[in-house]
């Protein structure tokens, strides 16, 4: 990296990380989110947002300092009340319990060394990966000279096998298939793919949530809605989601 490289870095690393840490910390929180919002934010902050889709370095150090951040946040949940948002965290906690230690708040004060031990892990594996993909970078950057159909038929191959060999079900290679097809659809006629890709990580969760829900009010649907809090949030929601038009009737000229 030259000096033009840090100084257009400093800040996407700043904005990334701030993004990240929350989300990771939140017990239904993940990397995919905070990843794409600072990549949105930096294209919409940058000097140049034309360079953005070109090898823009903002769009590579913010998404990536929030994917990091976000990593290390999921210990937050995981160590104070012992719930793994991540795969990872969950390999962790069956690793806990097998050794019979208990995560909750408790577990800073009897288990100081594990907790310190695993915070200093987290230093060690970030300076490891950067011995790593310094060195390793021209062989990385050699991959985009493949020419795109292999790299178009590869990622099929793998994103259909990865599908079909989680439940063995050919109705996820047809939902494979539709998303691929409407995602292909929106990026050929300009539309935003993000919503799409969000969508796609969030609807598992939601209706895994959901049924929890109903379970824990005995199939009472009015168990979704919940009390003044909820309400409160399903108000603010609303009004993201409506803010854009109402925001071109307001600016409307009379």
Sequence with gaps: MGAEDWRRSWKPWLRGTALGFPFGALPAGGAEIPTFL?????KRLAERPEEFGNGA???????????NASAAGTLVP???????????SAVMLAAFESYGIQPGPLLF?????LV?????????????????????????????????????????????????????????????????????GMRRFG????????GVILGPRAELQGRRSLQLSGGDLSGLLGGPVSYTVYAVILILLAWPLIKRFVRRPS
């Design 38 to 42: 600072s990549y949105a934010t930096e």
């Design 57 to 67: 370095i903002e769009g590579v150090a913010g998404p990536e300092a929030a994917n």
């Design 78 to 88: 995981m160590l104070a009340i012992g719930l793994p948002a991540t795969a990872v």
């Design 109 to 113: 004060e009897r288990q100081p060394t």
């Design 116 to 184: 310190w031990t695993l915070i200093a892990s987290l230093f060690v594996g970030n300076l490891l990966l950067l011995v790593l993909n310094l060195p390793l970078a021209p062989a990385w950057a050699r991959l985009l000279r493949i020419p795109r159909p292999y790299l178009y038929a590869g990622i099929l191959f793998f994103a259909s096998m990865g599908a079909y060999a989680v439940n063995a079900q050919p109705f996820d290679l047809i939902l494979l298939l539709v998303l691929g097809l409407l995602g292909f």
């Design 191 to 198: 539309l935003p793919v993000l919503p799409l890709i969000v």
